[in-house]
């Protein structure tokens, strides 16, 4: 079971990036899925998650309007498109993933079973 992200980078303030996340070893047909981040100094937070029905999402206050998460099941891909980027926006992103029963906030607020390792997503000018 691997998760692997890409697509993070150096980006100005209001500029845009796309994050990708490659799943391996299983399918993502049945799991929920999200995106994570790390700030430095700071606590892991969930920023976006979709069920694994993709008919519902779960947002972190600050990125609504900016973010959005979809996900390609034929490709075994999830996505992250980050518009409007912020310096605050500027942290270590992880995808993960998850197929248990707990709620979708639940899972977005204190996390997943299986992780990637990361993409460095900055922001400045």
């Known amino acids: 079971v691997q998760l692997v992200e890409s697509g993070g980078g150096l980006v100005q303030p209001g500029g845009s990036l796309r994050l990708s996340c490659a799943a391996s070893?299983?399918?993502?047909?049945?799991?929920?899925i999200g995106w994570f981040r790390q700030a430095p100094g700071k606590e892991p937070e969930g920023v976006l998650c979709?069920?694994?029905?993709?008919?519902?999402?779960y947002y972190k206050d600050s990125v609504k309007g900016r973010f959005t998460i979809s996900r390609d099941n034929a490709k075994n891909k999830i996505y992250l498109q980050m518009n409007s980027l912020k310096p605050e926006d500027t942290a270590l992103y992880y995808c993960?993933?998850?197929?248990?029963?707990?709620?979708?906030?639940?899972?977005?607020?204190?996390?997943?079973?299986?992780w990637g390792k990361g993409t460095l997503v900055t922001v400045s000018s």
């Open positions: 993960a993933a998850d197929s248990g029963p707990l709620t979708l906030a639940t899972m977005c607020s204190y996390g997943m079973n299986f």
């Open positions: 070893g299983f399918s993502l047909d049945y799991y929920a």
């Open positions: 979709i069920g694994s029905s993709g008919d519902n999402t």
